[in-house]
């Protein structure tokens, strides 16, 4: 009997340690890995391991593509994810406290939606609304004599980012507003409302003194989730613009491609894979371990 | 029991899963022992080869191609029909990995030859890219092949000299694809009485005409998303500024950007068309853009020989609605081309039905089929150019006949390292929409230096 129980918690480690090690090797083996090749020389089609020490890491911050890609970057960072947050915070709100009964249901589906949809999908659609002759946008404001409103779009190199930025938002808005709609919801919380109801504070007031400070969790999930989607964003870059005008709205993930798999450049794309592992490294896990510290305060 | 059922299974599950992921390591191994035993090995591999060499080949053949969009797809099946008209025993593998076509062909591709496992034969261009392979040691050196079939006799010089490399032929080119075609909307050239532009003031004069005519109209039409169309459009200058000689000088890097004139000329030139050029050239693809021609909004386009096919698949007919002249020709007509081709993989499964494919890819009666159908020009200028359909191709094939010698290697086909063209075309791209002359010069300048153009396109010979 006693000889049994031990087996028993001998397979049950292993069935826990198995994956575990597996998505170790996986995970921090290819990491290493992707460290170790940056350091290499392999330019080309053949792998070459013949340790080059800087040699394209010097290369990679001379070139300004790079420097036009960490900038963009930190765009994303900022732009894709505190307008989200904020713009969500409202959006949930009003459900909230949305007079007509029924309406909220509707309405968090519609938002929603997006989100259900690739970004293959929706970019595409974006990019034809984008269009600056024929896309939808421009059509309706010269329709409505706006034409201070018509804009070039993702076609003008200085604002691309920008409008590329815009289509996140509103892919990860309803996300966003599902996540702090059920932080509203402790009962906790809503007893606190009530309370601040009663005493005759404002909806504003309840909103910043009432309901803000006190979902943390959410806020920290959100802004984390977010901070992630914006720092790997690729897929858009891929289907609107393929970082042009130029490469004015490249980012780090599309380089990484270019420089792998079209100009052969091997331990460039995967110095450049490093950056990006370093800005996480900086960005989000000091982020999140405040976060958590502040939470559990 | 079943507890130490569970164990058993976790044990084998994660034995499987460790032996899965040591399985392609083994496979590196296997075929490292061929090429050890073939340069006289150590005894105990000679056992691997013993029980390898009796057993007869197997009638198959892997290959990797990326003509999968429509068009193309029809192009790959006439292709492979000649091959199993001529060896109907074959069994053909394509593509093995799914979503294996365009840019994740390359990508796939790349995984299986630095894995060690190739396919028998791949489909590569011509060019920088084909080289990119050869330095990588992946492909076989194709002289035998090449003499057993007199090749050389029957294709132009330049594209023999395009999958040439230290003099040996690595692969088999089955077309020509040409760059610098400017097409127009033939009712309305016309309609204002117009000739279709052969050089640069040409070009300059009809596109006012037009734009005077036709105010809303963008008269030359780009699309510069994948960034190459820009290119083609400032290849056609530099051709003409310059000449062949300095073309090919330029991009094997023999020329100091940031001092030479001539390309400076280039530039300013290139601005002064940008007005006519559609400004939401950015966010168009090639196809798109020769898009623009069929729905009236431009009415000119410079493009490969591939946008026939698009055109015909919007319902133009080739010498009614639109029409076609190599662009430019001053100071002579120089065709700028790139070949689709296949080779034959070091290490490849079945090189003996490899070899048979290969012969069947340089025959009249795979590239007659195959050709007229995808788009370029006969690699073989044997063939009567009367087997294409279209007047366009028929002329073009015709010139290729009489003047094999006119013949460049283009932006696909890249005489410059692929390194530098990537970076090159953004360059390129992006003046289209901020057109600073000095600011590009310095760009383009540094790129040649960056990536060791001189060193990487020395391999390039022409004439």
Request: aromatic share 12%; proline share 6%.
């Amino acid at each position: 009997m006693e000889k049994r129980t031990i087996r028993f918690r001998l397979g049950e480690t292993l069935v826990f340690l198995g994956p575990l090690l597996i998505f170790l090797i996986v995970l921090y083996g290819m990491l290493l890995w992707t460290i170790y090749v940056s350091f290499s020389d392999w330019s080309g089609t053949a792998p070459n391991f013949r340790f080059a020490g800087l040699k394209w890491y010097q290369l990679m911050v001379g070139l300004d593509r790079f420097w036009v890609d960490v900038r963009n970057n930190l765009r994303w960072l900022l732009l894709g994810v505190v307008p989200t947050v904020i713009i969500a915070l409202f959006i949930a709100y009003l459900l909230e406290i949305s007079p007509i009964r029924g309406i909220e249901g509707y309405v968090r589906t519609l938002i929603l939606y997006p989100v259900a949809m690739s970004f293959i999908v929706t970019g595409t659609i974006w990019s034809w609304m984008y269009q600056p002759d024929k896309g939808v946008l421009n059509t309706i404001f010269r329709a409505f004599g706006l034409n201070f409103l018509v804009s070039n779009y993702v076609n003008d190199p200085k604002t691309a980012t920008l409008w590329l930025i815009v289509i996140f938002i509103w892919q990860y808005l309803g996300f966003a507003v599902i996540i702090l709609q059920s932080s509203f919801r402790t009962t906790e919380l809503q007893e606190m409302v009530e309370a601040a109801t009663v005493d005759g504070a404002s909806k504003l007031r309840i909103l910043f003194d009432v309901i803000v400070p006190n979902i943390r969790s959410g806020l920290l999930v959100l802004v984390s989730l977010l901070l992630i989607s914006t720092l790997k964003v690729f897929d858009i870059v891929y289907i609107v613009t393929f970082g042009g005008p130029g490469y004015s709205t490249d980012v780090l993930a599309f380089f990484m491609f270019i420089a792998t798999f079209q100009q052969h450049l091997v331990a460039l794309g995967a110095g450049l894979g490093v950056i990006i592992f370093l800005i996480a490294f900086i960005v989000v896990i000091p982020y999140t371990l405040y976060a958590f510290q502040r939470w559990f305060e | 029991m079943s507890k130490r059922w569970l164990i058993v299974t976790t044990v084998l599950a994660v034995l499987s899963l460790v032996l899965a992921a040591c399985q392609p390591q083994e496979v590196v191994k296997t075929v490292v022992v061929t090429q050890v035993v073939e340069v006289k090995g150590t005894p105990e591999v000679r056992e691997v080869v013993v029980t390898a060499t009796p057993k007869p080949e197997e009638r198959k053949l892997e290959i990797f191609h990326w003509w999968t969009a429509g068009g193309e797809r029809e192009a790959a099946d006439a292709m492979f029909k000649a091959f199993k008209d001529k060896y109907p025993d074959v069994e053909i593998v394509e593509n093995p990995v799914a979503g294996g076509g365009g840019v994740s062909h390359r990508v796939v591709l790349q995984a299986r030859l630095s894995a060690g496992l190739p396919p028998d034969t791949f489909q590569t261009l011509g060019g920088a890219e084909l080289k990119s392979y050869v330095d990588g040691g992946y492909l076989v050196p194709l002289d035998d092949l090449w003499a057993e079939l007199k090749y050389a006799d029957v294709i132009p010089k330049p594209l023999a000299n395009a999958v040439t490399i230290d003099g040996h032929p690595y692969t088999v080119p089955l077309n020509m694809h040409i760059q610098n075609i400017l097409y127009y909307n033939k009712p309305l050239f016309e309609e204002l009485k117009l000739t279709p532009p052969t050089t640069f003031d040409e070009l300059i004069s009809v596109a006012k005409a037009i734009k005077a005519a036709k105010p809303n109209m963008a008269p030359l039409a780009l699309g510069a998303k994948e960034k190459w169309g820009a290119a083609f459009v400032f290849d056609s200058i530099l051709l003409e500024v310059g000449g062949p000689e300095y073309y090919v000088k330029l991009y094997k890097g023999e020329i100091d950007v940031k001092t030479d004139a001539t390309f400076k000329t280039a530039l300013e030139k290139f601005k002064e068309l940008i007005p006519y050029i559609n400004t939401t050239n950015p966010g168009l693809t090639w196809d798109e853009s020769c898009g623009l021609l069929v729905s009236g909004d431009s009415a000119m386009v410079i493009m490969g020989t591939w946008a026939i096919g698009y055109f015909k698949s919007r319902g133009w007919t080739p010498g009614q609605e639109f029409g076609a002249v190599t662009f430019p020709q001053k100071p002579e007509r120089i065709l700028l081309f790139h070949p689709d081709t296949y080779g034959l993989t070091k290490g490849a499964p079945h090189p003996k039905t490899t070899m048979d494919w290969l012969r069947v890819v340089a025959s009249p009666e795979l590239q007659i089929p195959t050709d007229v159908i995808q788009g370029g020009l006969f690699a073989r200028i044997d063939i009567d150019p009367k087997e294409f359909p279209d007047p366009i191709r028929q002329e073009l094939m015709t010139y290729v006949r009489e003047n094999p010698t006119k013949l460049i290697l283009d932006q696909h086909g890249s005489i410059a390292p692929f390194s530098f063209t990537q970076a090159y075309w953004d360059a390129i791209a992006a003046f289209v929409v901020a057109p600073d002359v000095d600011a590009t010069i310095k760009t383009v300048g540094d790129l040649f230096t960056t990536y060791q153009v001189k060193e990487g396109a020395a391999w390039y010979q022409w004439p």
